[in-house]
C-alpha cells in the first residue's frame, strides 16, 4: 500500500504555478520522498526527490516540511505538456529490496 | 536510442494462450522490474532483478515467469492467459536499489479475448 496521500485532482492555468501537495506522515528519518508523473499512457517519468532540504531540478523544485510529514512539488510555469497523473512515493522495502510502490496520484490538467 | 525498449507494444491474445514479453535497457543500470498497471489506472510492482538475481516476487501468480539472462534484459512469460491479464505492462530499470532515476519503457497493453 502506497504510504503518501495526495488530492486526486488539480487545476491550473497555463502558465502559472502548480504546487501539488503530498501528504506522508509516517516517513521514516532516512527515507527520502520521490516524486514521478505519468503522461497519457505512457511510462511513468522521474521527476525530482528529496530527503529534508528542498530541491530543485530543471523540471521543477520540491519544498519539505520540517517535520518532513508533508512535501510540495512546485511546478513553476506550467504547461499544457505537464497535464499528467503525479505521484508522491516513498519506498516500500522488501525482504531483498526496495521499490516504489505508486498509489493513486494527482491528476493534474493545465488549461489556456 | 531508447533507454528501455518493450517488445511488442501491443499484444493481443486468446485466453489460455502462452505469451511473452521483452525489455531491453542501455543504460548500464543494475535493477529492472515489471509492473503491471490495469484498468484502473494503477501501477502495481509484480517483479524486480538486481544483477540478474530476483530481489522482489510480488505475490504474483506462478503462471508469470520472468527471466533476466543478464542484467540489461528481463523477460516476462505469461502460461494460460487469462481476462483479467489484461493490463499494460511496464518494464523499468534503476541504477541500483534507490528509489531515484526509474526509467520506464513504453508499455506492452495486453489484451486477452
Known amino acids: 500500500d502506497a504510504k503518501t496521500t495526495q488530492p486526486p485532482s488539480m487545476d491550473c492555468a497555463e502558465g502559472r504555478a502548480a504546487n501539488l501537495p503530498c501528504n506522508h506522515s509516517?516517513?521514516?528519518?532516512?527515507?527520502?520522498v520521490y516524486w514521478y508523473r505519468q503522461i497519457h499512457s505512457q511510462g511513468p517519468q522521474y521527476i525530482i526527490h528529496?530527503?529534508?532540504n528542498n530541491e530543485t531540478n530543471e523540471m521543477a523544485s520540491l519544498i519539505i516540511t520540517e517535520d518532513r510529514k508533508s512535501s510540495t512539488l512546485i511546478l513553476p510555469h506550467a504547461t499544457l505538456r505537464d497535464t499528467a497523473v503525479y505521484y508522491c512515493?516513498?519506498?516500500?522495502?522488501?525482504?531483498?529490496?526496495?521499490?516504489?510502490?505508486f498509489g493513486k496520484g494527482t491528476t493534474l490538467s493545465v488549461s489556456s | 536510442d531508447t533507454a528501455v525498449s518493450q517488445t511488442p507494444k501491443y499484444l493481443v491474445t486468446q485466453m489460455g494462450n502462452d505469451k511473452s514479453i521483452k525489455c531491453e535497457q542501455n543504460?548500464?543500470?543494475?535493477?529492472m522490474y515489471w509492473y503491471k498497471q490495469d484498468s484502473k489506472k494503477f501501477l502495481k510492482i509484480m517483479f524486480s532483478?538486481?544483477?540478474?538475481?530476483?530481489?522482489i516476487n510480488e505475490t504474483v501468480p506462478n503462471r508469470f515467469s520472468p527471466k533476466s539472462p543478464d542484467k540489461a534484459h528481463l523477460n516476462l512469460h505469461i502460461n494460460s492467459l487469462e481476462l483479467g491479464d489484461s493490463a499494460v505492462y511496464f518494464c523499468?530499470?534503476?541504477?541500483?536499489?534507490?528509489?531515484?532515476?526509474?526509467?520506464f519503457g513504453s508499455g506492452t497493453r495486453l489484451t486477452v479475448v
Open positions: 523499468a530499470s534503476s541504477p541500483g536499489t534507490g528509489g531515484w532515476g526509474y526509467t
Open positions: 509516517t516517513i521514516s528519518g532516512n527515507e527520502y
Open positions: 528529496g530527503l529534508k
Open positions: 512515493i516513498v519506498r516500500v522495502a522488501y525482504q531483498a529490496g526496495t521499490a516504489l510502490i
Open positions: 543504460l548500464g543500470h543494475d535493477t
Open positions: 532483478y538486481n544483477n540478474k538475481e530476483l530481489i
